[in-house]
C-alpha cells in the first residue's frame, strides 16, 4: 500500500534523488512519494529518473548526466566548484533526465 511519507517532515537538508525506472529495489512510486511530500513542504528536492536504468547507474551517457546533476547540486547548496562546459550529449542526456518536480504526483494506490 502507497501512503505519504511521514518521515519526510525529518528531512531538513535539501536532497537529490536519482531513479532507475526499472529499479527492481526500489520503485519509482516511492520516488515519487517522497519528492511530492518534501515538495509539498516546501523542502529543496531535485529529482531524476532515468527510464532506461535500474538499481545503479550502468549506462554511460547516464552515468555522466547523473554526475553533472550531482556536482551542480552541490555547486547550489555547498558551494562548491561546478564545470560549466557539458559535452553536448551529456546535457542532452541530463535535461532529459531531469524530472519537474511540481509535475510528479502521488502514485495511484
Known amino acids: 500500500m502507497i501512503t505519504r511519507p511521514f518521515s519526510a517532515k525529518n528531512i531538513k537538508a535539501p536532497l537529490d534523488i536519482v531513479q532507475g525506472a526499472n529499479d527492481p529495489r526500489v520503485k ?6 517522497i519528492v511530492v511530500a518534501l515538495r509539498d513542504l516546501g523542502r529543496p ?23 553533472a546533476a550531482m556536482e551542480q547540486f ?9 564545470q560549466k562546459d557539458i559535452r553536448p550529449a551529456i546535457r542532452k542526456k541530463l535535461e532529459a533526465i531531469t524530472v519537474d518536480i511540481n509535475s510528479v504526483t502521488m502514485p495511484k494506490r
Not at 28 to 33: G, H, I, L, N, V
Not at 60 to 66: D, R, T, V, Y
Not at 74 to 82: I, M
Open 28 to 33: 519509482k512510486a516511492e520516488s515519487d512519494q
Open 45 to 67: 528536492v531535485e529529482y531524476m529518473v532515468a527510464p532506461d536504468e535500474e538499481h545503479g547507474f550502468a549506462g554511460k551517457e547516464n552515468k555522466l548526466a547523473m554526475y
Open 74 to 82: 552541490f555547486a547550489k547548496y555547498l558551494k562548491g566548484r561546478e
